[in-house]
T-cell receptor
Framework: DTEVTQTPKHLVMGMTNKKSLKCEQH?????MYWYKQKAKKPPELMFV???????INESVPSRFSPECPNSSLLNLHLHALQPEDSALYLC????????????FGPGTRLTVT | AQKVTQAQTEISVVEKEDVTLDCVYE???????LFWYKQPPSGELVFLIR??????QNEISGRYSWNFQKSTSSFNFTITASQVVDSAVYFC??????????FGPGTRLSVLP
Protein backbone atom coordinates (compact mmCIF):
# COMPACT_ATOMS: atom_id res chain seq x y z
CA ASP A 1 0.00 0.00 0.00
CA THR A 2 1.71 3.18 -1.23
CA GLU A 3 -1.20 5.47 -0.53
CA VAL A 4 -1.42 8.60 1.56
CA THR A 5 -5.00 9.58 2.32
CA GLN A 6 -6.28 13.02 3.24
CA THR A 7 -9.63 14.20 4.51
CA PRO A 8 -11.58 16.22 3.71
CA LYS A 9 -11.04 16.78 -0.01
CA HIS A 10 -12.58 20.22 0.15
CA LEU A 11 -13.13 22.56 3.09
CA VAL A 12 -14.76 25.96 3.27
CA MET A 13 -14.40 27.80 6.56
CA GLY A 14 -14.97 31.23 7.98
CA MET A 15 -12.25 33.26 9.62
CA THR A 16 -13.57 32.48 13.10
CA ASN A 17 -13.92 28.74 12.61
CA LYS A 18 -11.73 25.96 13.95
CA LYS A 19 -11.21 22.97 11.71
CA SER A 20 -8.73 20.15 11.26
CA LEU A 21 -7.18 18.44 8.27
CA LYS A 22 -6.31 14.77 8.57
CA CYS A 23 -3.69 12.61 6.89
CA GLU A 24 -2.93 8.90 7.18
CA GLN A 25 -0.34 6.51 5.76
CA HIS A 26 0.22 2.79 6.28
CA UNK A 27 3.59 2.38 4.60
CA UNK A 28 5.51 2.26 7.88
CA UNK A 29 7.08 5.62 7.10
CA UNK A 30 8.62 7.53 10.00
CA UNK A 31 8.39 11.04 8.56
CA MET A 32 5.29 13.02 7.63
CA TYR A 33 4.92 16.48 6.16
CA TRP A 34 2.47 19.31 5.60
CA TYR A 35 2.81 21.54 2.55
CA LYS A 36 0.87 24.54 1.31
CA GLN A 37 0.49 25.02 -2.43
CA LYS A 38 -0.97 28.13 -4.03
CA ALA A 39 -2.08 28.11 -7.66
CA LYS A 40 0.78 27.90 -10.17
CA LYS A 41 3.35 27.78 -7.38
CA PRO A 42 5.46 24.95 -5.95
CA PRO A 43 4.54 23.31 -2.66
CA GLU A 44 6.01 25.07 0.37
CA LEU A 45 7.06 23.00 3.35
CA MET A 46 5.21 23.95 6.53
CA PHE A 47 5.99 21.20 9.05
CA VAL A 48 8.01 18.03 9.29
CA UNK A 49 7.55 15.22 11.79
CA UNK A 50 10.44 12.79 11.75
CA UNK A 51 10.22 9.90 14.21
CA UNK A 52 7.37 11.90 15.77
CA UNK A 53 9.65 14.86 16.48
CA UNK A 54 8.49 18.18 15.06
CA UNK A 55 10.64 20.47 12.97
CA ILE A 56 9.02 23.85 12.66
CA ASN A 57 9.18 26.24 9.75
CA GLU A 58 9.54 29.54 11.58
CA SER A 59 7.70 31.41 8.86
CA VAL A 60 4.42 29.50 9.38
CA PRO A 61 1.86 31.50 11.40
CA SER A 62 0.67 30.11 14.72
CA ARG A 63 -2.89 29.82 13.41
CA PHE A 64 -1.64 26.56 11.89
CA SER A 65 -0.96 23.88 14.50
CA PRO A 66 0.30 20.41 13.59
CA GLU A 67 -0.24 17.26 15.60
CA CYS A 68 1.18 13.77 15.13
CA PRO A 69 -0.77 11.32 17.34
CA ASN A 70 1.32 8.41 16.07
CA SER A 71 3.64 7.61 13.18
CA SER A 72 0.72 6.87 10.83
CA LEU A 73 -1.45 9.90 11.51
CA LEU A 74 -0.94 13.59 11.00
CA ASN A 75 -3.35 16.43 11.71
CA LEU A 76 -3.28 20.11 10.91
CA HIS A 77 -5.44 22.23 13.20
CA LEU A 78 -6.67 25.50 11.74
CA HIS A 79 -7.88 28.49 13.73
CA ALA A 80 -8.62 32.09 12.84
CA LEU A 81 -7.39 31.73 9.29
CA GLN A 82 -7.19 34.56 6.79
CA PRO A 83 -8.46 34.56 3.19
CA GLU A 84 -4.84 34.42 1.97
CA ASP A 85 -4.56 31.01 3.63
CA SER A 86 -6.84 29.59 0.94
CA ALA A 87 -4.75 26.98 -0.89
CA LEU A 88 -4.22 23.28 -1.52
CA TYR A 89 -2.81 21.61 1.58
CA LEU A 90 -0.75 18.54 0.84
CA CYS A 91 0.34 15.81 3.18
CA UNK A 92 3.28 13.55 2.41
CA UNK A 93 5.25 10.78 4.04
CA UNK A 94 8.74 9.35 3.57
CA UNK A 95 10.68 6.43 5.06
CA UNK A 96 12.81 8.57 7.38
CA UNK A 97 13.46 12.24 6.70
CA UNK A 98 13.81 14.89 4.00
CA UNK A 99 16.60 12.94 2.29
CA UNK A 100 14.12 10.29 1.18
CA UNK A 101 11.47 10.30 -1.50
CA UNK A 102 8.10 11.59 -0.38
CA UNK A 103 4.72 10.15 -1.27
CA PHE A 104 1.95 12.69 -1.48
CA GLY A 105 -1.74 12.57 -0.75
CA PRO A 106 -4.32 14.15 -3.06
CA GLY A 107 -4.59 17.26 -0.90
CA THR A 108 -7.33 19.27 0.79
CA ARG A 109 -8.59 22.30 -1.12
CA LEU A 110 -9.17 24.94 1.57
CA THR A 111 -11.17 28.10 1.03
CA VAL A 112 -11.32 30.71 3.78
CA THR A 113 -14.23 33.14 3.50
CA ALA B 1 20.17 28.66 2.21
CA GLN B 2 19.10 26.09 -0.32
CA LYS B 3 17.67 27.16 -3.63
CA VAL B 4 16.41 25.38 -6.73
CA THR B 5 15.99 27.15 -10.04
CA GLN B 6 14.07 25.91 -13.06
CA ALA B 7 14.56 28.55 -15.69
CA GLN B 8 11.97 27.19 -18.10
CA THR B 9 8.53 28.28 -16.96
CA GLU B 10 6.63 26.61 -19.78
CA ILE B 11 7.60 24.31 -22.64
CA SER B 12 5.45 23.10 -25.50
CA VAL B 13 6.49 20.23 -27.75
CA VAL B 14 4.80 18.06 -30.32
CA GLU B 15 4.30 14.42 -29.50
CA LYS B 16 7.37 12.19 -30.13
CA GLU B 17 9.81 15.08 -29.69
CA ASP B 18 12.50 14.83 -27.04
CA VAL B 19 12.46 17.48 -24.32
CA THR B 20 14.92 18.42 -21.57
CA LEU B 21 13.89 20.15 -18.38
CA ASP B 22 16.64 22.10 -16.66
CA CYS B 23 17.32 22.26 -12.93
CA VAL B 24 20.05 24.20 -11.16
CA TYR B 25 20.49 24.09 -7.41
CA GLU B 26 22.41 25.91 -4.68
CA UNK B 27 23.48 24.48 -1.33
CA UNK B 28 26.41 24.72 1.05
CA UNK B 29 26.01 21.11 2.14
CA UNK B 30 28.34 18.43 0.83
CA UNK B 31 25.71 15.74 1.33
CA UNK B 32 22.31 16.38 -0.16
CA UNK B 33 19.65 14.70 -2.25
CA LEU B 34 17.97 15.76 -5.46
CA PHE B 35 14.53 14.77 -6.65
CA TRP B 36 12.12 15.16 -9.53
CA TYR B 37 8.36 15.12 -9.10
CA LYS B 38 5.52 15.24 -11.62
CA GLN B 39 2.21 17.01 -10.96
CA PRO B 40 -0.34 16.12 -13.65
CA PRO B 41 -3.53 18.15 -14.14
CA SER B 42 -5.24 15.91 -11.59
CA GLY B 43 -3.03 17.58 -8.98
CA GLU B 44 -1.38 14.70 -7.14
CA LEU B 45 2.42 14.90 -6.92
CA VAL B 46 4.22 11.80 -8.15
CA PHE B 47 7.79 10.93 -7.20
CA LEU B 48 10.07 10.19 -10.18
CA ILE B 49 13.68 9.93 -8.98
CA ARG B 50 16.00 10.45 -6.01
CA UNK B 51 19.74 11.00 -6.37
CA UNK B 52 22.37 11.63 -3.72
CA UNK B 53 25.19 14.13 -4.11
CA UNK B 54 27.87 11.47 -4.35
CA UNK B 55 26.33 9.57 -7.21
CA UNK B 56 26.89 11.33 -10.53
CA GLN B 57 25.97 8.42 -12.73
CA ASN B 58 23.30 9.20 -15.24
CA GLU B 59 20.11 7.22 -14.88
CA ILE B 60 17.64 5.96 -17.43
CA SER B 61 14.17 4.63 -16.74
CA GLY B 62 12.23 3.87 -19.87
CA ARG B 63 11.71 7.13 -21.75
CA TYR B 64 13.03 9.14 -18.81
CA SER B 65 16.68 9.97 -18.18
CA TRP B 66 18.49 12.21 -15.76
CA ASN B 67 21.85 13.94 -16.02
CA PHE B 68 23.49 15.01 -12.75
CA GLN B 69 26.53 17.28 -13.05
CA LYS B 70 27.92 18.39 -9.72
CA SER B 71 30.42 20.73 -11.38
CA THR B 72 27.60 22.87 -12.72
CA SER B 73 25.11 22.15 -9.90
CA SER B 74 22.61 20.83 -12.40
CA PHE B 75 20.23 17.88 -12.44
CA ASN B 76 18.47 17.87 -15.80
CA PHE B 77 15.62 15.63 -16.86
CA THR B 78 15.04 14.41 -20.40
CA ILE B 79 11.90 12.80 -21.76
CA THR B 80 12.48 10.90 -24.98
CA ALA B 81 9.68 10.49 -27.53
CA SER B 82 7.26 12.57 -25.48
CA GLN B 83 3.62 11.59 -25.19
CA VAL B 84 0.48 13.57 -24.42
CA VAL B 85 0.31 11.85 -21.02
CA ASP B 86 3.61 13.51 -20.13
CA SER B 87 1.83 16.87 -19.98
CA ALA B 88 2.24 18.07 -16.40
CA VAL B 89 4.18 20.41 -14.15
CA TYR B 90 7.57 18.99 -13.27
CA PHE B 91 9.33 20.03 -10.09
CA CYS B 92 12.98 19.60 -9.20
CA UNK B 93 13.65 19.52 -5.44
CA UNK B 94 16.50 19.43 -2.93
CA UNK B 95 16.54 17.82 0.51
CA UNK B 96 19.10 17.61 3.29
CA UNK B 97 19.64 16.05 6.72
CA UNK B 98 18.56 19.26 8.42
CA UNK B 99 14.88 18.63 7.64
CA UNK B 100 15.03 21.17 4.84
CA UNK B 101 13.24 20.47 1.60
CA UNK B 102 12.71 22.95 -1.19
CA PHE B 103 11.00 22.66 -4.54
CA GLY B 104 11.97 24.61 -7.61
CA PRO B 105 9.29 26.80 -9.23
CA GLY B 106 8.35 24.08 -11.69
CA THR B 107 8.23 23.73 -15.47
CA ARG B 108 4.86 23.30 -17.16
CA LEU B 109 5.24 20.86 -20.05
CA SER B 110 2.56 20.65 -22.72
CA VAL B 111 2.82 17.83 -25.22
CA LEU B 112 0.62 18.47 -28.21
CA PRO B 113 -0.78 15.63 -30.34
Amino acid sequence: DTEVTQTPKHLVMGMTNKKSLKCEQHMGHRAMYWYKQKAKKPPELMFVYSYEKLSINESVPSRFSPECPNSSLLNLHLHALQPEDSALYLCASSPRDTTYEQYFGPGTRLTVT
Amino acid sequence: AQKVTQAQTEISVVEKEDVTLDCVYETRDTTYYLFWYKQPPSGELVFLIRRNSFDEQNEISGRYSWNFQKSTSSFNFTITASQVVDSAVYFCALGDYGQNFVFGPGTRLSVLP
